[in-house]
């Protein structure tokens, strides 16, 4: 990694399929070290911008730079050596059906590092029980809750030791406990693997746990930016409907944003 | 060539009418190849996949391609053995049926076979695999699908095909030898007849036949799946188009490649 070359940027990034702009242009930069959230509304286009810092999407328009490349013009072949060092961890946990919980998170490291048997089953297991499994390891990936396959995506990425991991929603449908154990997870590998991390995500208190800095996209586009702190006192409307909505115990006290049902009032 | 042309139907729009989606089908076949004969020398042979490709493609193919040939032979000998003997040419049968096979009949039951039962699974599953992120999942893995999907597929039919084409032969004969003995003609002339009238090239012909058959079966499926997209709804359209593009083209190919092989002129 080279001084002040941020390990992800993206610049005036666009991205529209079928005549639909999802992105409209987006600048994010992450540096080494950090972990970035991204908030965001169902819809708001958070997927697709971690599909394009991945190069999974090809941008419509703008530049991605990925530790100091911009992968934006790049082919499907010159993109594929960079997602070694840049693992991703999928929505849905997109885990092979037809693999075993062992074969997936194998999967990468059998293919892309010369290490002997023993070694690879070593480096699975201590993955598993990174995110808690343990003995599930011969289960099909139909024989697993949704929480548990999500952890098991999640132990893929993680197997490569990647140094740049895109987590996309990594506590959705979790319990609280697991939830916390894979946000203490996220955190831990920040601090002793130097682990940068890019974690979407509509769970704030997830988000204001984990993150150093919060960025806050609404309809493809970001709308606010700073660490928790500054995230949690700002006077944006959106943004605090957002986190009042999310830490509200009661369902009277916030005012009403959407699902405009008779005559409520718009904030 | 970009190989991302294959699956990244994002990046092209849609094509408006029947001349663009040939065109654009044709081309994505193209590059499919292409890649697939790149990857192939350049990239690491994924074993473990080609080697359950071929017992799929091929092992779990013979019953059936043995069966539909066998009743096969035997229907076009009840036909030419009723018509024969009755004008004395009884030991015609076996030679007549055995130049069919080879030539014809083998190859084409052998590509029908195998594109109803594999065409159609290889598009169901890539087609799958790709609406469900596996795809993606590989790529992010920086496995190329190319590598790890395709090539196992279309090497696994390279090799298989012709094997089962020669499954398809034999069945053949054999459906058509038990028809002809019903007939009065003997094993004895029935093989004298294939002797005499059967030439060895009727045999690899119909052999290089099923290697391009092999070829538009794996690519065309495999390309199918790939671009499939829209949910369950648009697996079921890859697969019915993997299988109706591939019969189609195997037709077609089968006359320009029996006129390549075997006209006379
Ligand atoms: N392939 C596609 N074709 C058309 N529209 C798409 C496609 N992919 C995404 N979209 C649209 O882009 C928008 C953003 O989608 P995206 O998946 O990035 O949202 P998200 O922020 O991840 O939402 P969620 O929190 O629900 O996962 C949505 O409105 C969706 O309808
Ligand atoms: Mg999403």
Redesign the interface.
């Given at each position: 990694m080279k001084a002040g070359v941020p390990a992800l940027e993206t610049r005036q990034l666009v991205y529209a399929v079928d005549g639909k702009v999802i992105l409209k242009g987006i600048d994010l930069r992450v540096e080494y070290g950090e972990v970035v959230g991204i908030m965001g509304a169902s819809g708001s286009g958070k997927t697709t911008l971690l599909k394009c810092l991945c190069g999974l999407l090809k941008p419509t328009s703008g530049e991605v730079w990925v530790e100091g490349v911009n992968i934006a013009p790049l082919s499907e072949r010159e993109r594929m050596p960079l997602r070694l060092r840049l693992g991703i961890v999928f929505q849905d946990a997109a885990l092979f059906d037809y693999l075993t919980v062992y074969e997936n998170v194998a999967f990468g490291v059998e293919r892309h590092r010369k290490l002997s048997r023993e070694q690879v089953r070593q480096i699975v297991r201590e993955r598993l029980a990174w995110v808690g499994l343990e003995g599930v390891e011969h289960l099909y990936p139909s024989q697993l809750s949704g929480g548990m396959r999500k952890r098991v995506g999640l132990a893929r990425a993680l197997a490569m030791d990647p140094h740049i991991v895109l987590f996309d929603e990594p506590t959705s449908g979790l319990d609280p406990v697991n939830a916390y154990q894979v946000d203490r997870l996220i955190v831990r590998l920040n601090r002793e693997l130097n682990l940068t991390a890019v974690v979407v995500s509509h769970d704030v208190v997830s988000l204001m746990r984990t993150c150093s800095r919060i960025v806050m996209i609404e309809a493809g586009q970001i709308i606010a930016e700073g660490t928790p702190e500054t995230i949690r006192q700002l006077e944006h409307p959106q943004v605090r409907a957002f986190l009042r909505m999310a830490s509200s115990e009661t369902l009277d006290d916030v005012p009403w944003l959407g699902y405009n049902i008779g005559q409520e009032a718009q904030v | 060539m970009?190989?991302?042309l294959v699956w990244?139907d994002?990046?092209s729009p849609?094509a408006r009418n029947a001349v663009q989606a040939s065109l654009e089908f044709v081309g994505a076949l193209g590059v499919l190849l292409f890649a697939s004969i790149r990857g192939l020398f350049s990239g690491?042979l994924e074993w473990r996949e080609t080697l359950h490709q071929m017992a799929f493609i091929g092992a779990a193919s013979a019953p059936i391609v043995a069966l539909t040939s066998a009743f096969t032979g035997a229907v076009v000998t009840l036909y030419s053995a009723s018509l024969f003997v009755e004008v004395g040419g009884g030991n015609f049968v076996g030679g007549a049926l055995a130049v069919a096979m080879f030539r014809e009949l083998a190859p084409i039951l052998t590509g029908i076979m195998v594109t109803a039962r594999c065409g159609s699974a290889i598009a169901a599953q890539l087609g799958t695999?790709k609406i469900?992120?596996?795809i993606?999942?590989?790529?992010?893995?920086?496995?190329?699908p190319i590598q790890y999907l395709v090539i196992p597929r279309v090497l696994a039919s390279l090799v298989m095909f012709p094997m089962l084409g020669m499954i398809a032969n034999f069945a053949g004969i054999v459906g058509g030898w038990v028809v002809a003995d019903a007939f009065g003609i003997g094993l004895s002339s029935f093989l004298q007849s294939i002797r005499l009238l059967a030439e060895p090239f009727d045999l690899i012909g119909g052999l290089i036949k099923t290697l391009v058959f092999a070829l538009i079966v794996s690519l065309v499926s495999a390309q199918q799946g790939l671009a499939a997209r829209g949910g369950a709804v648009g697996v079921g359209r890859a697969t019915t188009r993997a299988v109706v593009l591939s019969m189609v083209l195997i037709f077609a190919a089968n006359y320009f490649l029996a006129d390549l092989l075997f006209a006379k002129r």
């Open positions: - | 970009r190989e991302e990244l994002e990046e849609r690491r695999m469900t992120e596996q993606d999942a590989l790529r992010a893995l920086a496995v190329s």
